[in-house]
């Protein structure tokens, strides 16, 4: 462990402790840190919530950690329990704020060094603004150097729902306190894109439209909302994963080389990009954007029920399970380039990846019974299940006569490194502990995303022409989004061996 990190003291206090957040990706990631001695030399995680008691919910942290951490729970267990503490707390209480003030200055008192409060508020999202200005208002934000706020997406469900949120968390908290997580910036596979642009002299000169003729950015999911409605119903797609993820991972593949690796430079180049999206116009969505919601079917041998049948979801909802886009960047690097941004739930597999395709060469040298002629080189960056990058392009087939086929350069994270990437949480985690803000989202990115999705969030207000559900479980959304694009719409990480082949992968919209 760093110096850095060793010495210090950590109280990380936990607002919805009792919750799905808590249980399924906090608790797990701060176990594996345990467990790897990344945590503090001196670290508390005071849990804080309405009803548990403190041995039960210990033993329920231990549940999940054994169902989602990397490493089931081992002899340190105990050790690690006994550094988890409760305090009871009803997030609308003033009276309980003030509770909390003195059980944490108590606390405090019996530290050897200076205190750093960690406030990450794993409660409902719609509480972040109520909850943050109750601890400012009890004076538990004083010490700004000392003291961080961690939230969540979804911020907001529009531009003026964020902005109020976000008022309140900062009439108390300083920008450089709050650290807004999006989760997919602590992937590694996410992270990486910017060593693979900005470490490498080869890419950056054509990184370009003279040189790059589209780049799509796919997040399909296979499983369904599970027991989630009654949060995707006011969500959907659009606001669950395009709002944040998707156009994160575009402002990475998209920004201007920063010039150092800094939280500040970072930020702005992000801005840009998100700034220089061209506005959707009102009455142009249609042109620009598919949704669709999935009905029931069979997966893997087994019937699934349609969105509108699952869990606190209305019979007649007209929620987005998927969503697409075509945008593009007005600036000189980009311009002309389409964008298409995609993701949806039930779809054929899980499958993160970016394709950068490649304009066709200029000219052909090769007489057509060579084949593949203009076929495209494409750089796919696959973020999850597989950890890798591809490089397709043509290469000369053995023998005579002279034909072209297929062929790629493969990098695996794994294979490459021989060692297991951490969960995105213990990466945000531990950067949280650190004090370093470069993988979290800026207020001006948040607003800027809304503000860029106001028309599209307007225009799915009402329900679709295309009526709902219009798309079954195990294929790949709604038939309207291959208009979207000009090839093919299935993703193409993790494909045959040479890959190459699309295997028996379903088609659009069956
Ligand atoms: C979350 C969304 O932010 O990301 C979920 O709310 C989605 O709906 C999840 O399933 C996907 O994350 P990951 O890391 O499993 O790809």
Redesign the pocket.
């Known amino acids: 462990m760093e110096e850095d990190i060793a010495n210090r003291t950590i109280r990380f206090v936990l607002l919805g402790a009792s919750g799905d957040l808590a249980h399924s990706k906090i608790l797990p990631a701060l176990y594996d840190l345990h467990r790897e001695g990344q945590l503090p030399g001196h670290f508390t995680l005071v849990a804080v919530s309405r009803s548990a008691e403190l041995e039960a919910l210990r033993q329920s942290y231990r549940d999940s950690v054994a169902h989602y951490a990397r490493q089931p729970p081992g002899a340190d267990w105990e050790g690690f329990a006994a550094g988890i503490f409760h305090i009871r707390l009803d997030l609308a209480e003033a009276d309980d704020y003030r509770r909390l003030k003195t059980a944490l200055a108590e606390m405090d008192r019996q530290a050897r060094g200076p205190v750093e409060r960690i406030f990450y508020l794993a409660t409902p999202p719609h509480l972040f603004g109520a909850v943050a200005d109750h601890l400012g208002r009890e004076g538990l934000a004083e010490d700004q150097a000392m003291t961080r706020l961690v939230v969540e997406?979804p911020m907001g469900h529009d531009l003026e729902s964020f902005r109020t949120i976000n008022n309140l968390m900062r009439r108390h908290f300083a920008e450089e306190s709050i650290y807004r997580i999006?989760?997919?910036l602590g992937?590694e596979t996410v992270q990486n894109l910017l060593a693979f642009r900005f470490a490498n002299p080869m890419f950056e000169p054509i990184w370009n439209r003279q040189y790059i003729e589209q780049v799509t950015i796919t997040?399909a999911?296979s499983?369904g909302?599970g027991g989630?409605g009654a949060y995707?119903e006011r969500?959907g797609a659009l606001r669950?994963?395009v709002q944040?993820?998707l156009l994160q991972l575009l402002c990475l593949i998209a920004m201007e080389p920063p010039v150092t690796y800094t939280a500040g430079d970072l930020r702005h180049k992000k801005e840009e990009v998100l700034n220089a999206l061209r506005p959707i116009p009102e009455g142009g969505v249609d042109a620009v954007a598919v949704r669709g919601q999935y009905g029931s079917g069979v997966v893997e041998g087994e019937p699934v029920p349609a969105y509108r049948q699952e869990p606190a979801v209305s019979a007649e909802s007209s929620v987005e399970t998927f969503a697409a886009l075509k945008l593009y960047i007005d600036n000189w690097r980009w311009q002309g380039v389409p964008f298409v941004l995609r993701t949806g739930?039930r779809l054929g597999r899980?499958v993160?990846e970016l394709v950068v395709r490649f304009r066709p060469v200029p000219h052909c040298t090769f007489p057509p019974r060579a084949g593949l002629n203009a076929q495209p080189a494409q750089l796919i960056i696959g973020i999850?299940p597989e950890e890798e990058i591809l490089l397709r392009f043509a290469a000369k087939e053995p023998g005579t006569p002279f034909r072209l086929q297929p062929a790629r350069m493969r990098f695996n994270y794994r294979e490459a490194f021989n060692k297991e990437s951490p969960a995105?949480y213990e990466t945000l985690l531990t950067e949280v502990m650190r004090g370093e803000p470069m993988h979290f989202m800026h207020a001006e990115q948040v607003a800027a995303a809304w503000r860029f999705l106001t028309p599209v969030l307007k225009a799915w207000e009402s329900p679709p022409e295309d009526p709902f559900p219009n798309y079954t479980p195990g294929s790949w959304g709604p038939k309207a989004a291959k208009g979207l694009l000009e090839e093919e719409w299935q993703p193409t990480c993790g494909c045959d061996a040479a890959g190459l082949g699309r295997g028996s992968e379903p088609k659009q919209g069956e």
């Open positions: 997406k999006d989760h997919f992937k997040v999911e499983e909302i989630r995707y969500a669950d994963m944040n993820h739930k899980r993160t999850q995105a």
